[in-house]
């Protein structure tokens, strides 16, 4: 899987870009990971609800056609696009979901953190009291607060077309994360999101990339 490091860029020009890579790609056409850290966005995935942009401002909104719901990119937050046969691989959708869901827990875990999966919620969560803490948060959420005690700090997001995956996961490492006050993040109100930094752990953009590149090989990797 060949890997591409983009550096800084806009959403937009990205997303048409790796659309295009997926529609011309043949049955030997390589497997791509595409690592990028974007310019200020919210994204909105197919499914997405303007009522859950609650305040954008100056920040653009970008239309996908990935799953989910609204999200935000930008500076402080790895981004991870592997552009994947999953089919030659024999791979189906809920093994990928889990193998990059996977590539972020072995990365948190590097750095002495535990992410924790919700059912139901793509994307990898932390407890907010104790983010390095293996223990399951107790007793049943209440429906009203299905969060409860949890912070989100890698969301995911995918589309899937000929058998061919794109678009793919963000990693919070250390950013501004007032934009995530101005939407329902992943289409959940009152969802708090995290970053590595807010965890205790001082982590270059730079070393972050460097090691999840390395996790996400190794879960596609033959």
Known sequence: MRVRHLGRRACAPVLADMQAYTEARGAQTEDELWIVEHEPVFTQGLAGRGQHVLAPGDIPVLSTNRGGQVTYHGPGQVVAYPLIDLRR????????????EASILAVLAEFGITGHRVAGAPGI?????????HAALTGPQPP???????????????????????????????MNLEPF???????YAGLRTVDLAFCGVEASWGEVAHRWTARLQSQFEP
Not at 125 to 133: A, C, E, H, Q, T
Not at 144 to 163: M, Q
């Open 89 to 100: 691989r024999g791979i189906y959708v809920k093994e990928y979901v889990f193998r990059l």
């Open 144 to 174: 009203e607060d299905p969060f409860r005690g949890l912070g989100k700090i890698a969301a995911l997001g995918i589309k899937v077309t000929r058998h061919c995956a794109y678009h793919g996961a963000a990693l919070n490492v250390a």
């Open 125 to 133: 969560y932390v407890r907010l009291d104790d983010p390095g803490s």
């Open 181 to 187: 006050t101005r939407i329902d993040p992943c289409g």
